[in-house]
């Protein structure tokens, strides 16, 4: 049989596709960021998860992360995975106008994870987030819960954050105190 090409990710420690039980520990502000893509400014939040079943070299849990626009809006992803997650739609007034994001710390869900890749590596991904079937047990959480909200600055909590975490916050419009730049603000 001859040498066949296949578009495999093989990297040690990226989490394998497929659907994972999941638990979120992490709800990080990252603040304001500005988008080149779009060409304006978002607020914008991390999700952490950890997957207790694939356990690292350390036999501590993977952990994955997904990024979200701080926003309800129905055409919002952070909408829909909440949606998914929860089972139900996020409609009330009360949730419209202010979800408690922290309510969904320890929260158990299944994730969907695909692998792509871009010019230095192969990476996995959410590609959804969703609610565990009734009567499914998902381990009890092994990290500890991180809620960080950038108004606190350079607190004790953002002092334990990871330094690619840090740099991902120092680059948002509250930490850097800047203002947009020329060409965002011609676009408003």
């Known amino acids: 049989m001859g040498l066949i090409a296949k578009n495999e990710v093989g990297e040690k420690g990226v989490i394998p596709a497929g659907t994972h039980v999941a638990r979120c520990y992490g709800i990080i502000d990252l603040g304001t960021q500005y988008s080149k893509k779009f060409g304006r400014w978002a607020s914008k939040i991390m999700v952490q998860f950890e997957l207790p079943a694939d356990l690292t070299d350390d036999g501590r849990p993977a952990i994955i992360s997904k990024t979200y626009t701080l926003s309800l809006n129905d055409k919002a992803s952070l909408k829909k995975d909440l949606e998914s997650w929860l089972g139900r739609s996020v409609t009330a007034n009360e949730e419209r106008d202010g979800f408690a994001l922290g309510s969904m710390l320890g929260?158990?869900?299944?994730?969907?994870?695909?692998?792509?890749?871009?010019?230095?590596?192969?990476?996995?991904?959410?590609?959804?987030?969703?609610?565990?079937?009734e009567g499914m047990v998902v381990p009890d959480a092994v990290n500890p819960v991180v809620l960080y909200d950038i108004n606190n600055g350079e607190d004790a909590v953002y002092a334990?954050?990871?330094?690619?975490?840090?740099?991902?916050?120092q680059q948002s419009r509250e930490f850097k105190g800047h203002q947009e730049p020329a060409e965002a603000q011609a676009s408003e």
């Open 160 to 169: 334990k954050l990871p330094d690619w975490v840090k740099n991902l916050i």
């Open 107 to 133: 929260a158990a869900c299944l994730l969907s994870v695909l692998h792509s890749e871009n010019a230095e590596k192969a990476y996995a991904y959410i590609a959804g987030v969703m609610s565990v079937p």
